[in-house]
């Protein structure tokens, strides 16, 4: 299996794979500083929500290198505004809010001024690493629903491409793959903007692994037909309720799922849980831009004139999740429940 590494720090610079060029070219985005980390947010140079949270800690962690730090109250004061500006590139994935956090967190606690780039540029390395490991644990517990036969389905792109290496979803597949069993792979192209057609199909090339790419309104024939055996997706922010966002299409699935009688299973780590958000109602909805719909390739295939909605996630109800698959386990109803164990750990404290 050919390993895919997204997101490579220099030493100076953040070497990031650029999404928007797959899969005709393998290219390579570099940001110096922390805005060109919103920029490449912003033109999804690089997405999903794990991998999210990791350039937003290098990109914190740059604009402390290059903000003044003469005078201790206004270079946290900047840094505060920086950190605002990253998380603010992609509102619906928490992930961002939460490695951004950190890392100031740990920059107010730091008495000594000079010694804070320093010591978020090793967190942000530490994090890289660690979501890594989080996603190998992810896919040994979720390697236990993938079936031995029949077929799993996924959506958007959830593999190496979407975190610091491995992926959630994805990764639960290749886990299951790894250990010997074997199935078909169905994914989504995932309209608009095409990750399952363009970044999941060229990541399962590269590992190796049959897949079949299917058009997102052909999902319900296959779940009607018995090919799928279950269905298992990532997350950008999930509720206290167990209310998951996701890329938008997952709640079509998740309910035809359930009406098909097919398992319907979440993959993502506990830094995506949102325990201050109640239920879905509160996540909010990015709507991206309209020539994402009205044109493809660069080519208008939509009329002047027409109205769209474009929003780039939709919210599955706790009721169509039959699991969430964490770093500590594969979690079930109640989620109010469950969700707040796995954050906060056995002594109350938020991991």
């Known amino acids: 299996m050919t390993e895919v590494q997204a997101i490579e720090w220099t030493g100076r610079k953040l070497r990031l794979l650029d999404q928007t060029k797959l899969p005709v070219e393998t290219a390579v985005f ?9 920029r490449a947010v912003k033109d999804m140079r690089v997405r999903g929500a794990p991998a999210l949270g990791v350039v937003a800690a290098y990109g914190v962690a740059m604009a402390a290198r290059d903000i003044p730090r003469d005078e201790r109250s206004s270079f946290l004061t900047r840094l505060e505004e920086a950190g605002r ?70 959506h958007c792109n959830t593999g190496a491409l979407a975190t610091a290496g491995y992926g959630t979803a994805l990764g639960v597949i290749r886990a299951g793959w790894e250990k010997g069993k074997r199935f078909q792979v169905f994914h989504t192209e995932t309209r608009p903007f095409l990750q399952g057609a363009r970044l999941t199909a060229w990541e399962l090339v590269q590992l190796g692994i049959p897949s079949t790419l299917i058009v997102d309104s052909s999902a319900g024939v296959l779940l009607n037909q018995g090919e799928v055996s279950c269905v298992v997706v990532g997350a950008d922010r999930i509720a206290a309720n167990g209310d998951v966002a996701n890329k938008v299409g997952t709640y079509t699935l998740a309910v035809l799922s359930k009406e098909n009688g097919v398992p319907f299973y979440v993959a993502a780590p506990t830094s995506t849980v949102d325990l201050s958000l109640p239920s879905g109602a509160e996540i909010p909805i990015e709507e991206r831009r309209a020539e994402e719909v009205t044109s493809f390739g660069g080519v208008r295939t939509a009329p002047e004139g027409i109205g769209v909605r474009n929003p780039s996630f939709d919210v599955t109800p706790h009721r169509y999740v039959g699991g969430i698959i964490t770093e500590v386990g ?10 707040a164990r796995a954050v906060t750990g056995p002594r109350g404290d938020e991991r």
């Open 30 to 38: 570099e940001a110096g500083q922390y805005r060109d980390v919103v």
């Open 85 to 154: 500006e990253i998380e603010s590139a992609r509102p619906t994935a928490v992930n961002m809010t939460w490695a951004v956090r950190r890392l100031l967190d740990l920059a107010e606690a730091e008495s000594d001024v000079s010694a804070v780039p320093g010591r978020l540029l090793d967190e942000a390395r530490a994090m890289q690493e660690e979501d890594e490991e989080v996603n190998r644990r992810i896919g040994g517990f979720g390697s236990e629903i993938v079936p031995d036969g029949g077929g799993v389905l996924t």
């Open 330 to 339: 594969i979690l079930k109803e109640p989620y109010t429940e469950s969700l």
